[in-house]
Nanobody, 123 residues
Framework: VQLQASGGGLAQAGGSLRLPCAAS????????MAWFRQAPGKEREFVAR????????NYIDSVKGRFTISRDNTKNTMTLQMNMLKPEDTAVYYC?????????????????WGQGTQVTVSS
């Protein structure tokens, strides 16, 4: 499975960005997907995950109420809608696919990774 993340860029604090992630095959539709991010000088951290059919989602506390993860298995895509952005959201964002329908927040559970897309939020 190859993943292509896009939609990153520069936003002002309080603004919005939408990050689509496209999977190359329908194999991703049977598995959990997630977004992680890595800020300069920091370790990669979990942001949000969604189970195989979109019925369950989880978020890191710092993005709850601001970010929304969704997926469209008919199009092999996953999206992270980011609203009310903060400077601390600045990072490279990575989409990932697990090898099971209900993933976790651990990066080790995710087998396939996109190349990352830069999100920069100015104050």
């Amino acid at each position: 499975v190859q993943l292509q993340a896009s939609g990153g860029g520069l936003a002002q604090a309080g603004g919005s960005l939408r990050l689509p992630c496209a999977a190359s095959t329908r194999a991703a539709s049977n598995n959990a997907m997630a977004w992680f991010r890595q800020a300069p000088g920091k370790e990669r951290e979990f942001v949000a995950r969604i189970n195989w059919n979109g019925s369950m989602t989880n978020y890191i506390d710092s993005v709850k109420g601001r970010f929304t993860i969704s997926r469209d298995n008919t199009k092999n895509t996953m999206t992270l809608q980011m609203n009310m952005l903060k400077p601390e959201d600045t990072a490279v964002y990575y989409c990932a696919v697990a090898l099971r329908p209900y993933g976790s927040s651990r990066s080790a559970d995710f087998r396939y990774w996109g190349q990352g897309t830069q999100v920069t939020v100015s104050s």
